[in-house]
């Protein structure tokens, strides 16, 4: 169950999608598959990082930072971003943002407060991902980190369309995700395309 446990600030009327829904709770599914799958007495050096494709060919990454009896059944909170990319998009932009991506997974390794990551392909080309803080204060890990800060004013503009972004709480661990979310912040951020549809 999605749990919204405080109205969203700045955009009171934006009620939380049932696909959102969806996409959280099958970002945490992916993380406990790795939690799952990894041998804690043998999973090598932090992080540890899964990439799989599912039937369909679309790709799954998911990046451990912490040993996998940390990520259990601990309280946790959490931020969910989930975007719709422009209809047309330049190469060197799409290059630009898979490098920032993977700098700002450079900058969390070594965070004591960060415990892991999910990003997930969809269908449509599109991605969403998950990441699992040990609380809620460290989320504003993301915002000191300048290659955040880069992706998130400069590059999305250009490159999305819109961005759902959810802030929250899972009380009982990653493992007791299927009984609650507790969601205290959701954003949405409507960027426009070249016709000037937001469709979000």
Not at 33 to 40: H, K, L, P, R, Y
Not at 49 to 70: S, T, Y
Not at 104 to 113: F, N, T, Y
Request: with cysteine.
């Amino acid at each position: 169950m999605l749990e919204a446990v405080a109205p969203p600030p700045h955009h009171p009327s934006f009620a939380i999608p049932a696909r959102d829904e969806a996409l959280l709770h099958t970002l945490a599914s992916t993380i406990v598959s790795a939690i799952n799958i990894v041998d804690v007495e043998h999973c090598g050096a932090l992080p540890y990082v899964v990439h799989v494709r599912n039937d369909a060919g679309n790709a799954r990454r998911i990046v451990l930072f912490q040993r996998p009896e940390h990520l259990l059944h601990r309280p946790c909170a959490f931020v969910c971003f989930i975007g719709q990319k422009q209809r047309v998009l330049a190469p060197a932009l799409v290059d630009e943002v898979i490098a920032a991506d993977e700098r700002i997974m450079e900058g969390l390794i070594g965070h004591h407060d960060v415990l892991g990551y999910a990003s997930l392909e969809l269908p449509d080309r599109n991605w969403c991902n998950l990441v699992l803080f040990r609380r809620a204060e460290a989320i504003g890990i993301l915002h000191h980190e300048a290659s955040h800060r880069y992706a998130a004013q400069e590059l999305a503009p250009r490159f999305y369309r819109w961005i759902h972004l959810y802030r929250g709480n899972l009380p009982g661990g990653i493992m007791a995700h299927a009984e609650t979310f507790a969601v205290t912040n959701a954003h949405q951020y409507a960027f426009g395309g070249e016709d000037g549809d937001t469709d979000c």
